[in-house]
């Protein structure tokens, strides 16, 4: 069966610190990968997708960027933190085919930019 | 992606059927609707999709009439458990998929 893997689960930063946060999907090929932001109190903000290695779609520009090396990893980066980069950050995937496929998601991570 | 309108908001009381109406006037032929919940601090999870009539599965009922412009969630006898967000997306998708705002379900003792 199908697994995601996001980490870590939380993640306490300064502002202008890095950021890495790493999402892995198993037993699937060529999935479409999403990341999300979920502000507190706030709906979900599609940030970047992917529907193959090395190809990444920006929806909201910001000082955050994406990059899928392999097949089923997709990792979300910055090189400073902001205040506002704060939130509840979801990788998700559905089938490369998509059609009406469901959304997986992963379990999240809580950043807490200070 | 069919654009949709559902309510920000809903109260209701523990063991009460709840219905979560979404309005999609725009949807197309070979659209599904699918409706996620999202509990504090998770993910959403996928909880039903249908694309006419009448689908239910063990968590809830979806019902679409004949024109297909709007769909309602049906969740019977909710606890305090079923308190959360519940989004419905219409589809097939792009590569881009986005969630409008749903509607935050708050379940009453």
């Known amino acids: 069966s199908q697994t995601i893997h996001q980490w870590p689960a939380t993640l306490v930063q300064p502002v202008g610190s890095p950021l890495s946060l790493e999402c892995t999907v198993e037993?699937?090929?060529?999935?479409?990968l999403y990341w999300y932001r979920q502000a507190a109190g706030r709906g979900l903000q599609l940030l970047f997708y992917?529907?193959?290695?090395?190809?990444i779609s920006s929806e909201v520009p910001q000082n955050l960027s994406a990059s899928r090396p392999q097949d089923r990893q997709f990792i979300l980066s910055s090189k400073k933190l902001l205040l506002s980069d704060s939130g509840f950050y979801l990788c998700a995937w559905i089938p490369r085919a998509g059609g009406n496929s469901p959304l997986h998601f992963g379990n999240g991570t809580r950043l807490t930019v200070t | 992606l069919a654009k949709t309108t559902q309510p920000i908001s809903m109260d209701s009381y523990e063991g009460q059927e709840v219905n979560i109406t979404c309005s999609h006037n725009?949807?197309?032929?070979?659209?599904?609707i699918t409706w996620y919940q999202q509990f504090p601090s998770q993910g959403p999870r996928f909880i039903i999709q249908g694309y006419k009539t009448k689908v239910t599965n063990e968590v809830a009922s979806l019902f679409i009439p004949a024109d297909r412009k709007s769909s309602t969630l049906s969740l019977p006898r909710v606890s305090l458990s079923d308190t959360a967000v519940y989004y419905c997306l219409v589809g097939p998708w792009d590569d881009k998929i986005i969630f409008g705002k749903g509607t935050r379900l708050h379940i009453l003792p």
């Open positions: 725009n949807i197309a032929t070979n659209d599904y």
């Open positions: 992917s529907v193959g290695i090395g190809q």
């Open positions: 037993g699937t090929s060529n999935p479409n």
